[in-house]
């Protein structure tokens, strides 16, 4: 029996971001539809204010909303939903 893919999407922001808005609502909406999915991988996802993270703050303050995937730099400013589908599926993105 194959082992569940494990992923953890974590969303770096703050309060009053209104792209970090969009990009939560992104997030939310293209990690329901995986988890429907076949095979779907077990998704973890984490919310981090850079205003309760110093070093947060000084690594991304100019680039957030941030989205990790696996603790990997996948998307500021904007979330591509396919591009993010295809991070957590598993499936190549070119």
Do not use: F, N, Q
């Not at 009053?16 to 939560?24: E, F, I, K, M, P």
Request: proline share 5%.
């Amino acid at each position: 029996m194959a082992r569940t893919r494990e992923v953890r999407v974590t969303l770096i922001g703050k309060p009053g971001c209104h792209l970090c808005d969009d990009a939560r609502a992104v997030v939310g909406e293209v990690v329901e539809e995986v988890r429907a999915g076949r095979r779907a991988p077990s998704i973890t996802v984490e919310e981090r204010s850079i205003e309760d993270d110093a070093g947060l703050a000084a690594k991304y303050a100019e680039e957030i909303p941030v989205v990790l995937v696996d603790g990997r730099m996948h998307a500021y400013w904007r979330v591509d939903p396919e591009r993010l589908r295809k991070a957590l599926t598993g499936r190549p993105t070119w």
